[in-house]
């Protein structure tokens, strides 16, 4: 159950251009970053005619030579080949820290050709980490400022890739690594059976788990990209935050955070793809065709909704299973970002243009992202997690307490005192009578209080009996059933009271040799 109000926006689109290689280096660009927000695609080159006040001819135009297409597109960010990944992470996620703490959904899944630095813009390496590890960082040290709230904060991770539309466990053990199953979830959504999960407690442990995960990824080197991914690959964070309170009613937030790396489109023609790495361009191009399909249904249905809602639009989610991953990050209760890695080159002429005109088609697509809050009661089942919580808590400010005496001072804090062993056998067994006579207690108010019911049941029926005519016989059972039950209740009373003696006489021996062993 959702809880909050929603929050209809569109996806926010983030456009890179990475920097050219060796390759491209000699061929012109096609790309031209005009400020933040702004770019255009083949852009006409100026022409050194003088300007006159009188109409001149225009010279013949070349029909041999491609006309210039000259497009303009608008996004919500451009970075150009200048920036960094922390400008790419700030530009993108960075915004997103404070909503997913606060039970909201949140997305970012890079798109784009094969060789257009996806992979680095995600992952990145140790001297230059990429937007997973740097928004880890960020959740890690959000999580640590509110440590001394009244929160209690849970962090699970999964990590898994899309290979040949079979979905891979990749923080499994690699002997148990089988395809696994995807189904839906009336509560969870889309979900995969028999995926892992981890909970990292620090940001090194975290790297080391996407170490791990990406050396069993799927990659081989092509003609058109030497560290080309093979395989679509979703890092999820699964968070719950539990708001601690003193009644029986706790507030529980969930909320998830999906990063999404997907395989680059690619052409035959340009990879000089062949056998099994052919296949796998086949099923990538599928997966993504299916993505581009979901994106302009999606589109195509926010557009409709503005001028006729009675109308919907069939969403193909089902296309693939890497659209049925993202069916909460495209079009559901999620605040997505779409990062859209291009180049600059007029070697990837067709993949740019692909890729930005998929990139402006999913601007218009309009998610509704919901605080997902409940309000759950405590149970018995519960108790001894609560006790011991409040337990580590009393503990934590018992220390906090000695240590700030102890600075007050001008002293150390002081270690706990020492018992002698000739004393630690007695104060043990001490121990286990105080245990022994609670139990005992606790046995004999349960009996009382089951006396006393059936005492007032049994009262109740010897009323009723006196009403019926000729009820002697019945009167004299019940009443000596009475009689017998206060008797044995006396007796229930005596023992708890020679119990209860017996604890306190426990007590002042455990007071007494307590004294006796500081003082010594």
């Not at 067709?350 to 890729?355: A, F, G, L, Q």
């Not at 409940?374 to 240590?403: A, G």
């Amino acid at each position: 159950m959702s809880s909050g109000e929603g929050c209809n926006r569109n996806i926010r689109v983030v456009v890179r251009v990475r920097p050219d290689n060796q390759r491209e280096e000699s061929h012109p660009r096609v790309l031209h970053v005009i400020g933040n927000d702004y770019l255009v695609f083949d852009p006409k080159t100026p022409t050194n005619s003088p300007v006159t006040f009188f109409p001149s001819r225009k010279p013949p135009r070349d029909m041999m030579k491609k006309q210039k297409r000259n497009i303009k597109f608008v996004f919500d960010r451009v970075l150009d080949e200048n920036c960094s990944q922390l400008d790419v992470y700030q530009s993108s996620t960075e915004n997103m820290i404070s909503g997913l703490l606060a039970g909201l959904n949140c997305s970012v899944f890079a798109y784009g050709a094969t060789g257009s630095g996806k992979t680095h813009t995600m992952l990145g390496n140790r001297q230059d980490p990429g937007v997973i590890y740097q928004t880890m960082r960020d959740l890690y040290e959000s999580i640590a400022e509110q440590s001394h709230s009244q929160r209690n904060i849970e962090v699970n991770v999964s990590y898994l890739e899309i290979y040949n539309e079979c979905i891979k466990d990749l923080l499994g053990q690699p002997e148990n690594s089988k395809p696994l199953a995807l189904h839906e979830d009336n509560k969870r959504g889309v979900v995969v059976s028999g995926l892992s999960l981890h909970q990292p407690d620090t940001v090194d442990e975290l790297l080391e788990l996407l170490q791990f995960g990406n050396a069993n990824r799927s990659q081989h080197p092509t003609e058109a990209n030497q560290q080309s991914s093979r395989s679509h690959a979703v890092f999820q964070v699964l968070i719950k935050i539990v708001n601690l309170t003193e009644n029986l009613t706790n507030n529980v937030a969930t909320a998830k955070l999906s990063l999404v790396d997907l395989a680059g489109s690619e052409r035959a023609v340009v990879s000089k793809n062949c056998g099994a790495r052919f296949r796998e361009g086949v099923n990538i191009n599928k997966s993504l065709l299916a993505v581009g399909n979901v994106i302009n249904a999606l589109a195509d249905s926010s557009l409709r909704k503005s001028y006729d809602s009675r109308r919907p639009v069939f969403i193909p989610y089902r296309g693939s299973k890497l659209t049925r991953l993202l069916q909460d990050s495209l079009g559901g209760n999620c605040q997505s970002v779409m990062i859209a890695a291009v180049s600059s080159s007029s070697l990837s002429y067709e993949e740019t243009y692909n890729t930005l005109k998929y990139a402006t088609r999913a601007t218009a697509i309009k998610t509704s992202a919901t605080k997902n809050i409940q309000s759950m009661t405590v149970t018995v089942t519960d108790y001894p997690k609560v006790i011991k919580r409040l337990q580590n808590e009393i503990n934590e400010l018992k220390v906090e307490l000695e240590r700030a005496r102890g600075i007050q001072r001008g002293l150390q804090p002081s270690r706990a005192p020492t018992i002698d062993p000739r004393w630690r056998v007695q104060l043990d067994a001490v121990y286990q009578d105080r245990v022994k006579i609670r139990r005992e207690i606790h046995r004999v108010e349960q009996a009382d209080h089951f006396l006393q019911y059936k005492i007032r049941q049994a009262e109740r029926n010897l009323t009723r009996r006196q009403c019926i005519p000729d009820p002697h016989r019945a009167a004299d059972r019940l009443a000596d059933s009475v009689a017998s039950m206060r008797a044995q209740r006396e007796r229930k009373t005596r023992l708890r009271d020679d119990c209860r003696e017996k604890m306190d006489r426990n007590k002042d021996w455990l007071s007494a040799t307590t004294k006796d062993t500081e003082w010594r």
